[in-house]
């Protein structure tokens, strides 16, 4: 196992259109969290999943996303109807809870034109 | 929300200097700590300290954590061109961690 994995690296995409992100976490962690991050800003949370349970979802994360983890290992993040103001990093990453920090994966990069 | 709040937002150093970077948050903590970020890439954990811990070192990284300020400092000594990078505290609330807006350390050879 290498780490958490993120795909694609880099996406651009015309607003409205719908796109798709998929994370694969480390094999041997529970929980799995989406953040987002814009530039000089610090990660935001979106939402997390512990195995298949998806446990909290931001309030300030539209109906236009949504995110599943349909076996409790890999998890992908929808966004519809794209919007400019939805580029962004999308990161991932994983963790056991209560135990030293999350793993992180490279990101994918959002830019909606 | 962003929860913890970097202070400072960029600090400049020469190499084999010592850099200190705040951090202060809100809210009741189960623990915080401390990522770097590269540009472009993902967040690297460093450190973890939990709210009964006071002081934690790890090789040149030294964290201390004050729960009656709500607040937190990282202490990167002799430091190297290599460190050069934006560092994010975050405090563990509910199962997630909320960061800040980081610090950007220029670390000049």
């Known amino acids: 196992d290498t780490g958490v994995s993120q795909d694609p690296r880099h996406k651009i995409t015309k607003r409205g259109q719908n796109v798709t992100f998929r994370c694969d976490p480390i094999?041997?962690?529970?929980?799995l969290y989406w953040y987002r991050q814009t530039l000089g800003q610090g990660p935001e949370f979106l939402t997390y999943?512990?195995?298949?349970?998806?446990?909290?979802k931001s309030r300030l994360l539209s109906d236009r996303f949504s995110a599943e983890r349909p076996k409790g290992s890999f998890s992908t993040l929808e966004i519809q109807r794209t919007e400019q103001g939805d580029s962004a990093m999308y990161l991932c990453a994983s963790s056991f809870p209560n135990r030293d920090g999350y793993t992180f994966g490279s990101g994918t990069r959002l830019t909606v034109v | 929300s962003q929860q913890g709040e970097e202070d400072p937002q960029a600090l400049s150093i020469q190499e084999g200097e010592n850099a200190t970077m705040n951090c202060s948050y809100k809210t009741s903590i189960n623990n915080l700590q401390w990522y770097r970020q590269n540009s472009g890439r993902g967040l690297v954990h460093l450190i973890l300290i939990r709210s009964n811990e006071r002081e934690k070192h790890s090789g040149r990284l030294r964290v201390t954590l004050d729960t009656s300020k709500k607040s937190s400092s990282l202490l990167i000594t002799a430091s190297r061109a290599a460190d050069t990078a934006s560092y994010f505290c975050?405090?563990?609330?509910?199962?997630?961690?909320?960061f800040g807006q980081g610090t950007e350390l220029s670390v000049k050879p």
């Open positions: 999943f512990q195995n298949e349970a998806q446990l909290e």
């Open positions: 975050a405090t563990d609330q509910g199962g997630k961690l909320i």
């Open positions: 094999s041997e962690h529970n929980r």
